[in-house]
């Protein structure tokens, strides 16, 4: 796994758990060992969340991510401290382990992410594509890119949403044709 993730032990039981927040309510996806999925349930585009098979639904599996995240619906948590195991290709999960580095209330675009990873501006296209499979939204904040010219583009949980983000990080409009989105 490429840090920040830690590798789940396979025999461990997959758990579910929903809980409610400020933009709707959430799936959480797992084990013992770490979050493998945080999808925004209802989200716009309609992509059902990839739930594991065999995973069974236990109350009170993820009482700690649940607690950071009203922590961060609150304003009272800028990061968190939770194990992740995102399931992807080495490329996904080197953008995802980039996105963990976002500042709070920050932002960056695509193509800096791919500078950040040695690759060329082309390569921008791929970044967006890993972005939008980020399969642990809000902790691995994927949110957090925007555009070039600084406005708000594609986000699984919709456009809607992102804004609410940002607007609870206190992140500034990059770009003041888009400030009706903040």
């Not at 084990?31 to 992509?47: K, Q, V």
């Not at 970044?127 to 949110?143: E, F, L, R, T, Y």
């Amino acid at each position: 796994m490429i840090a920040p993730f830690v590798a789940v032990h396979p025999g461990r039981p997959c758990c579910l758990e929903r809980v409610e927040s400020p933009i709707g309510e959430l799936l959480l996806t797992g084990s013992d060992d770490a979050l493998t999925g945080l999808y925004m349930l209802a989200a716009a585009g309609g992509r059902p969340p990839r739930t594991p098979p065999g995973a069974r639904r236990v109350p009170g599996a993820f009482t700690r991510v649940a607690a950071q995240l009203r922590a961060y619906f609150a304003g009272e948590r800028h990061e968190f401290d939770v194990p992740l195991s995102p399931g992807g290709s080495p490329f996904q999960l080197a953008v995802w382990s980039a996105l963990t580095r976002i500042p709070y209330g920050t932002t960056t675009s695509y193509g800096a992410i791919a500078r950040q990873l040695g690759k060329s501006p082309a390569a921008s296209r791929a970044v967006g594509a890993a972005n939008g499979q980020n399969p642990i939204a809000v902790i691995i904040p994927c949110h957090r890119v925007i555009g070039a010219d600084g406005g708000l583009t594609g986000y699984g949980g919709g456009l809607e949403r992102k804004g609410l983000l940002l607007r609870l990080e206190g992140a500034a409009a990059v770009s003041p044709q888009h400030a009706t989105l903040w």
